[in-house]
Structures are given as C-alpha cells and as structure tokens.
C-alpha cells in the first residue's frame, strides 16, 4: 500500500509540476516572440538531417506591424468563429467527423488556437495522445493570452514556405515588402498556401491556388472585411 500511495504521490507531484511549467511557458511567450517552434526545429539539420539553420527563415514582428488583411484573410480561411470560440468550433469538428466518414480525404478542423499550440509545442502526427495535449495547450492559451496574441503569434510562427515561417519572411520573400505593405489579395495568396506551403508558391500560382485565392478574398468581404478585427485588436 505504502509503495501505491508512493507512486500516486510521484504522479501527482509530476503532474503538478508539468503544469506549473507549461503555465509558465504560456504566461512567457504571451509577453516574449517565441524564438522558434517545434515545427521549426524538426525542419533543421537536429532533427532530420534534410536543412541547417540558415535555411530556416523566420523573423516575428507586432500585429500592428502587420497588414489589417493578413489577419482577415487567416480568420476568413482558417478559423471564422475565431472570435467567438474558446480554442474549439465544435460545429466545425462534428461536420469534418461526417464528412470524413465519407471521404479519403481527410478534412481537419483545427481553430487557429488549436494550430498554435501544435506549432509551438507538438509534432505532425495524428495520433490521439498529440490531440490530447494540443486540447490541453488550447485551452490554457485561450485562458491566458488574449485572442489579439494568438492571432499575432499564429501569424509569425506558421510555414508559409519550405524554411519560410511568419508572415513578415514570406511577405519580404515573396513581394519584396514588409508584411504592413500587402495589399488583399497578396495577404489572401500567401494563406492560400495553407495547409501545404511546400507544395504552393505565390510567385508561382496554379489554378487551384488563385481559385482559393479568390475564395479567401470572398469570405473576408463575407465576414465583414477588415471591420471584425475591430473585435479584439487594437490597431
């Protein structure tokens, strides 16, 4: 009995101790630019032998550093309830489940807090134990950092590019401008490229990638334009 109560003891000082760090780490990077990601470090030579370092591209800058359409164009194609969710769109959830049901193609349902969490923390796997702790990270984000930060570090830290990560690289890389400069529909094709920014180019764009150019473009307007951001950022 001592050594079972000796065990539950153990696990329960670990547990408290994983979350005081976590707590920490959230309460840090709602304050400081995370310096790289997950997602960053399995793309360097550490991980996977495939790029060094100075292949990686990444520089974080403020929202208001940002054009007004960047994040418009992230919402409009990502996440559109972004404002009103706490971390989960359980409508979209339930419609991916039956779509998926019916379909190869699998269609995922992530909010852009859920795709922050992963980034700066998690790996690219499916596996349940990944979603449980990409749960767990979204809602101590959500209950941390205000929805204007998660937008900001969504913005800097997702691939928009093989090596390419935030908005303000692909922007410079793609149309020679800081990411303030880019007008709708350069903002909308850079988003465009997600979830696949290796296989994408906005230099290069196919004809699926301008049919969703034009998509993303629809839906800011359809959403209210630049108007919604008023909600929970301060320009």
Request: aromatic content about 14%.
């Amino acid at each position: 009995m001592k050594k079972i109560f000796g065990f539950l003891k153990f696990i329960a000082s670990f547990i408290l101790i994983y979350t005081a760090f976590v707590v920490f780490l959230f309460l840090f990077f709602r304050f400081v630019d995370p310096p790289a990601t997950s997602f960053i470090y399995a793309d360097s030579d550490a991980i996977t032998g495939l790029f060094s370092w100075s292949d990686i591209k990444h520089k974080s800058v403020s929202i208001q550093n940002m054009s007004k359409y960047a994040p418009l164009a992230a919402i409009a194609s990502e996440d559109q309830m972004f404002f009103e969710h706490f971390g989960f769109d359980f409508q979209q959830i339930e419609k991916a489940m039956k779509e998926n049901k019916r379909r190869k193609r699998v269609r995922g349902a992530s909010t852009i807090s859920m795709q922050v969490a992963k980034n700066l923390f998690l790996w690219n796997t499916k596996l349940v134990i990944r979603k449980g702790f990409e749960a767990y990270y979204t809602l101590l984000m959500e209950s941390l950092w205000s929805k204007e930060r998660i937008l900001e570090v969504y913005l800097n830290v997702a691939e928009m590019g093989k090596g390419i990560y935030g908005i303000e690289t692909a922007s410079q890389i793609y149309y020679k401008k800081k990411a303030i400069k880019l007008n709708a529909s350069e903002a909308a094709t850079i988003i465009a490229i997600l979830p696949n920014p290796k296989k994408r180019n906005p230099k290069r764009p196919t004809g699926y990638l301008l049919n969703r150019r034009a998509h993303i473009l629809e839906q800011m307007n359809l959403i209210g334009g630049v108007g919604i951001l008023k909600e929970g950022i301060s320009y």
